[in-house]
């Protein structure tokens, strides 16, 4: 098939029928249902957009027939820019907070399958699987979600890392038709959205016998027997865009997964067993340069929309001459830039791998992925403190309905060049980006979704190579001037 319309999407996900619980509940159809029919929606919307736009949305396969471009595996720079251009049409589409489209995998996905031997250097058949998989996947153009971190019940160092063994996902057994695992593992964002789990390691497993039944990676169905997805609380409570301009539209939900006896069948298995793999996987095969690229663009397109809405909150309060203000909004246009730049230099210096395929550079994403999580909390505090009581001074779609209410609405509601309605919108925006569940929610994604930040600045630390500067304060200090 390749790259799918909406409809396509929407009438798969119907069919799924994957076990989701929802505040005691089990979830009889998503797309219909109040807490995921909006996104659902929004996620079809990306999908049409593809076929509104193939030529900068999808690529030519090798078969002939037209895939979504996040599934590309780059065969030059230009290819990798492309590739950003289409993921900014979807993260836009999200204004940034949508973080989970689906070429946040797919490019992991295609990045892996260019890692091919990496994989086959464990088994053979894991190297066939990976590449099978990545053709099934673009073929169909999947929704997935994925799961890396096991339940921290206990700091204590169990087998599984900082986890208690007995509830982390493990191998139970191998069998003829594939392995066998149970245990939990959280989160999986989008999870109810979504067609695929991917079941990767992250967690960093002491290289010892026992880790092994913890070291696995694999794909299966959402709807596979065993397996189980329990929400949070939903953000989207069903009111109208108006009331919640952003959870009516973008709530891609997180979920805890359990896995009860589920079977992997052996074609869908990539690792099992092996410690050492398991814990390189994203480095060794570039994935994770390639879900960076997806991460940078989204931070461009959230911090844009931040930076504008702050823009229009002080052009309609008459705020934009006073200082604080402009200092405050200077402080967003060097997030944003900061962003820009760190995505065009990763794009302009894209090289490729030892996989042969090309990957933009690391250095910038880094940077930018280090960076974000410390500065994605102050936009927010920019945004409340641009705003103050005005952020509660928000009356609903119900009270605008009311006819008692409305005269007082629309004569203390309304702002510098905006009527009431209109004033009132733009502060519910600002609300739900800064004080809201939704708001809340967000500003937790940016500091933790792509890993503890504590360890990816020691990973980034790891990852510069520090010797020559060292080497020149040195000579400075031996210096006989
Ligand atoms: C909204 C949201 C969505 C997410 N979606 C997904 C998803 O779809 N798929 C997925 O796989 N994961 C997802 N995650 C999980 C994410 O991968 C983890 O949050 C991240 O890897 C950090 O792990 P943790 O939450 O277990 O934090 P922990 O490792 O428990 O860390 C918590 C805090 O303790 C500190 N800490 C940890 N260890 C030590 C130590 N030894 N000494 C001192 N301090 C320490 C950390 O620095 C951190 O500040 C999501 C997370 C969030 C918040």
Same mark, same amino acid.
């Given at each position: 098939m390749g790259a799918r319309s909406g409809n396509n999407y929407l009438s798969a996900l119907k069919k799924l029928g994957a076990e989701i619980w929802i505040g005691g509940e089990r979830v009889r159809e998503v797309t219909s249902h109040p807490a995921f029919q909006n996104c659902a929606r929004s996620l079809a919307s990306l999908y049409d957009l593809q076929m509104e736009r193939p030529e900068a949305m999808t690529f030519r396969t090798d078969d002939g027939g037209r895939a979504g471009l996040s599934f590309v595996q780059p065969k030059s720079a230009d290819e990798v820019r492309k590739r950003g251009h289409?993921? &900014?049409?979807?993260?836009?589409?999200? /204004?940034?907070?949508?973080?989970?489209?689906? !070429?946040?995998?797919?490019?992991?996905?295609? +990045?892996?399958?260019?890692?091919?031997?990496?994989?086959?250097?464990?088994?053979?058949?894991?190297?066939? %699987?990976?590449? %099978? @998989? @990545?053709?099934?996947?673009? =073929?169909?153009?999947?929704c997935a979600t994925h799961t890396l971190v096991n339940p921290r019940a206990s700091r204590a160092q169990g087998w599984a890392g900082h986890t208690d063994a007995?509830? +982390?996902? &493990?191998?139970?057994?191998?069998?003829?038709?594939?392995?066998?695992?149970?245990?939990?593992?959280?989160?999986?964002?989008?999870?109810?959205?979504?067609?695929?789990?991917?079941?990767?390691?992250?967690?960093?497993?002491? #290289?010892?016998?026992?880790?092994?039944?913890?070291?696995?990676?694999? +794909?299966?169905?959402? =709807?596979?027997?065993?397996?189980?997805?329990?929400?949070?609380?939903?953000?989207?409570?069903?009111?109208? &865009?108006? !009331?919640?301009?952003?959870?009516?539209?973008?709530?891609?939900?997180? /979920?805890?997964?359990?896995?009860?006896?589920?079977?992997?069948?052996?074609?869908?298995?990539f690792l099992c067993g092996d410690v050492v793999r398991c814990n390189a996987l994203y480095a060794a095969t570039s994935a994770v340069v390639h879900m960076m690229h997806q991460v940078v663009v989204k931070n461009v397109a959230k911090s844009e929309f931040l930076l504008g809405l702050a823009a229009r909150i002080a052009e309609a309060s008459d705020a934009m001459p006073l200082q604080h203000v402009r200092d405050r909004l200077a402080e967003m246009i060097?997030?944003?830039?900061?962003?820009?730049? /760190?995505?065009?230099? #990763?794009?302009?210096?894209?090289? +490729?791998? &030892?996989?042969?395929?090309?990957?933009?550079?690391?250095?910038?994403?880094?940077?930018?992925? %280090?960076?974000? $999580?410390?500065? @994605?909390?102050?936009?927010?505090?920019?945004?409340?403190? %641009?705003?103050?009581?005005?952020?509660?001074?928000? $009356?609903?779609?119900? !009270?605008?309905? =009311?006819?008692?209410?409305? $005269? #007082?609405?629309?004569? @203390?509601?309304?702002?510098? !060049?905006?009527?009431?309605?209109?004033?009132?919108?733009l502060y519910r925006l600002a609300w739900e980006v800064a004080c809201s569940s939704f708001g809340g929610r967000q500003v937790l994604y940016e500091r933790f979704f792509f890993g503890d930040p504590v360890r990816m600045a020691s990973a980034l630390v790891d990852n510069t190579d520090l010797k020559p500067l060292i080497e020149r304060v040195k000579a400075f200090l031996a210096r006989p001037d």
């Amino acid at each position: 098939m390749g790259a799918r319309s909406g409809n396509n999407y929407l009438s798969a996900l119907k069919k799924l029928g994957a076990e989701i619980w929802i505040g005691g509940e089990r979830v009889r159809e998503v797309t219909s249902h109040p807490a995921f029919q909006n996104c659902a929606r929004s996620l079809a919307s990306l999908y049409d957009l593809q076929m509104e736009r193939p030529e900068a949305m999808t690529f030519r396969t090798d078969d002939g027939g037209r895939a979504g471009l996040s599934f590309v595996q780059p065969k030059s720079a230009d290819e990798v820019r492309k590739r950003g251009h289409m993921m &900014k049409v979807w993260a836009d589409f999200g /204004c940034g907070f949508l973080g989970r489209t689906p !070429d946040y995998l797919n490019v992991s996905i295609a +990045a892996m399958a260019a890692a091919h031997e990496f994989f086959s250097e464990s088994d053979p058949r894991y190297g066939d %699987n990976i590449q %099978n @998989y @990545y053709r099934e996947a673009r =073929n169909h153009d999947w929704c997935a979600t994925h799961t890396l971190v096991n339940p921290r019940a206990s700091r204590a160092q169990g087998w599984a890392g900082h986890t208690d063994a007995d509830l +982390a996902l &493990k191998l139970v057994e191998r069998t003829t038709d594939g392995i066998v695992v149970s245990g939990c593992r959280m989160l999986a964002t989008l999870a109810p959205m979504s067609e695929e789990l991917l079941v990767f390691p992250s967690t960093v497993l002491k #290289a010892e016998p026992a880790a092994e039944p913890f070291a696995l990676s694999f +794909a299966i169905p959402c =709807n596979a027997k065993g397996l189980k997805f329990l929400c949070r609380d939903p953000y989207d409570i069903g009111r109208s &865009k108006f !009331d919640h301009p952003l959870a009516a539209r973008f709530e891609e939900m997180d /979920c805890v997964v359990i896995f009860d006896h589920v079977v992997v069948p052996w074609e869908r298995v990539f690792l099992c067993g092996d410690v050492v793999r398991c814990n390189a996987l994203y480095a060794a095969t570039s994935a994770v340069v390639h879900m960076m690229h997806q991460v940078v663009v989204k931070n461009v397109a959230k911090s844009e929309f931040l930076l504008g809405l702050a823009a229009r909150i002080a052009e309609a309060s008459d705020a934009m001459p006073l200082q604080h203000v402009r200092d405050r909004l200077a402080e967003m246009i060097t997030t944003t830039e900061t962003m820009r730049a /760190c995505l065009r230099a #990763a794009e302009a210096d894209a090289a +490729a791998d &030892k996989w042969g395929i090309f990957a933009p550079a690391r250095a910038p994403l880094d940077t930018a992925r %280090n960076l974000f $999580p410390r500065l @994605y909390p102050r936009l927010i505090e920019i945004i409340q403190l %641009n705003s103050s009581s005005s952020l509660m001074a928000t $009356p609903s779609d119900a !009270d605008f309905a =009311n006819g008692d209410e409305r $005269p #007082a609405i629309d004569r @203390y509601f309304g702002g510098a !060049d905006l009527g009431a309605r209109d004033r009132v919108a733009l502060y519910r925006l600002a609300w739900e980006v800064a004080c809201s569940s939704f708001g809340g929610r967000q500003v937790l994604y940016e500091r933790f979704f792509f890993g503890d930040p504590v360890r990816m600045a020691s990973a980034l630390v790891d990852n510069t190579d520090l010797k020559p500067l060292i080497e020149r304060v040195k000579a400075f200090l031996a210096r006989p001037d």
